[in-house]
Structure formats: C-alpha cells, structure tokens
C-alpha cells in the first residue's frame, strides 16, 4: 500500500472520528511529520497529535528521527503510524 493510500486513510478516520488532520508543511524544515492530528475530547482540551505515516516496510530517515526527538523534547505527543493497520490501531486508541 502507498504511503499516500495511508495518509488518506487517516484524514478519512480522523474526520469520522470528529477530527481533523492538518497537511504540515514547513518551509526550511526538512523531516517534520506528515500530519497535526488534533482530536476532540468528552471533557477538556483536544489532543494534538503529531503524525508521521509509513508504509508497513517504511522508515524514518536521519532527519525524520532528529525532527520528532525535537518536538518530543518540547512535550509534543509525535507518532509514527506504519500501515493500514496501524492507522486503525491509533484512531482506536485515541478514542479510547
């Protein structure tokens, strides 16, 4: 499955699920992740989530992985979603 495939996927279920999921694009930042997924809550704030997807056999170059340990030292909760599956298994757990 192609990494686009994947991406739609997740707009699509993050929509359904009342959400929304941001292209991100960062002139001059090279690596960020593919998607601000931000996601209501029953009670409190939305979660912000920071979204990089991947085929099931993908991987996360060199900067891919200095940008996300970036953001998560700044307290950003940052994903790496691999697959249909995986998509699926993350709607799941932030609905939860």
Do not use: C, N
């Amino acid at each position: 499955m192609l990494e686009k495939t994947i991406e739609q996927r997740l707009v699509k279920k993050v929509q359904q699920a009342g959400g929304v999921a941001y292209k991100w694009v960062a002139p001059g930042q090279s690596g960020v992740p593919d998607r601000i997924v931000i996601m209501p809550t029953e009670a409190g704030p939305a979660r912000v989530f920071f979204v990089e997807l991947k085929t099931d056999t993908g991987r996360l170059s060199k900067v891919q992985e200095r940008q996300h340990m970036r953001l998560k030292a700044l307290g950003a909760d940052v994903r790496v979603v691999w697959g249909r599956d995986g998509v699926d298994a993350f709607i799941e757990e932030v609905m939860q």
